[in-house]
Structure formats: C-alpha cells, structure tokens
C-alpha cells in the first residue's frame, strides 16, 4: 500500500513528531511496507482458526507467605539485624 504525504503529515501531527522533508520520504517508505504485510496477512484463510489473546498458557505464580527452610537460630540472627520487624516478619516500605 502507498502512502502520500499529506497522510504522513497527518500521521506526524498526530503522534506530535516534526520529520524533515527527507525523514518524510523515509517514513513513506516504510509505513507503505508496513501495511503492505498487512494487506499480505488478509489473504490467509482463517475460517476454523479460534481466536487467541495469549500464543501461550500464562499463569500467575501465586505463593503464601511463609517460613521454610531456615533454622531458628538463623531466622532469630536475620530478625535481629533489620531495623523493623513485626512478630516473625521483616517489615518493609509499601511498593505500589
């Protein structure tokens, strides 16, 4: 697909760019190859294909909070070396 460049214009004035004349006849260009794949992809046969939000499985990884692993001795040595604790826990900054 071609592009003129009054589209290109209007496309720079939207995403708020400044392109010399020569950036312009680059962007021309590219933004014409761009949507010239796109054009390609139209032709692909799509009846019996489900559609996807995600190419692969994601989950969240989703664990309690609690204590293993750790001898008494060292976890008394860690809370005893933090400048804020509450019970059994390191208190920290909120992180949001």
Do not use: H, W
Not at 11 to 29: E, G, I, S, W
Not at 49 to 73: A, F, G, H, M, Y
Request: hydrophobic letters at 35%.
């Amino acid at each position: 697909m071609q592009l003129t460049s009054t589209q290109i214009e209007q496309l720079a004035k939207l995403a708020r760019l400044k392109l010399a004349p020569t950036d312009q006849k680059k962007f021309t260009k590219q933004l014409g190859d761009i949507l010239g794949y796109f054009e390609k992809l139209t032709q692909l046969d799509t009846q019996n294909i489900e559609p996807t939000s995600q190419s692969i499985d994601l989950k969240n990884v989703d664990r309690l909070d609690e204590i293993k692993d750790c001898l008494p001795e060292i976890q008394t040595a860690i809370l005893n070396n933090t400048p804020d604790k509450s019970g059994n826990y390191i208190r920290v900054n909120k992180v949001l």
